[in-house]
């Protein structure tokens, strides 16, 4: 799969556990706003999006500016793979874009199953953080020689536009800028 472009009709956008909880982290409000544009994104392309929330009774809900969509499919969970979790459903879509918290627990473990599965992943790396920096570097790079590609909003977005000039592009372009 390495290098190989995403397609929106092949993709699903996974946003892990970007919830209320962890707003007291240094990065969390980065994330969040960057995950939003990401939801944004899919919406406009049709992309469908699942967001998974760890543990909310304690960890709350997914932080209001991700902005879900009213039809995202939503997965409360315990384990840490969001695969594992019960109700995780990519609807038959084989490529995912994954973003959200934390880049070396929750992400790395959804992704490392993905790729166990055969599915296509790419990380939105300006769009996952943890706790600790540290943390947030190894958790990118153990993904990235796992065979995830490593990704960015902008970058991501403007694949699956394909083109520019339409008016998915246009839409879009408003979003990245």
Do not use: W
């Amino acid at each position: 799969m390495s290098g190989r472009l995403i397609a929106r009709d092949r993709a699903a956008l996974v946003v892990v556990d970007v919830q209320d909880g962890f707003r007291s982290y240094d990065t969390f409000a980065d994330v969040a706003r960057q995950c939003g544009r990401l939801v944004k994104g899919a919406g406009i392309l049709g992309v469908p999006v699942v967001a998974t929330e760890q543990y909310p009774k304690g960890l709350q809900r997914t932080a209001p500016e991700v902005g879900l969509p009213e039809d995202a499919a939503r997965v409360e969970k315990s384990v840490f793979s969001a695969v594992r979790a019960e109700g995780f459903d990519l609807a038959g879509r084989d490529q995912v874009l994954i973003c959200g918290i934390e880049a070396h627990v929750c992400v790395a473990q959804t992704a490392l199953d993905l790729l166990d599965q055969g599915v296509a992943v790419q990380v939105v790396t300006d769009a996952v953080g943890s706790r600790h920096a540290n943390d947030r570097e190894v958790g990118l790079h153990r993904l990235d020689r796992a065979g995830a590609v490593l990704t960015t909003v902008e970058a991501v977005l403007l694949e699956l536009c394909e083109r520019a000039g339409t008016p998915e592009f246009k839409a879009v372009q408003k979003v990245i800028l």
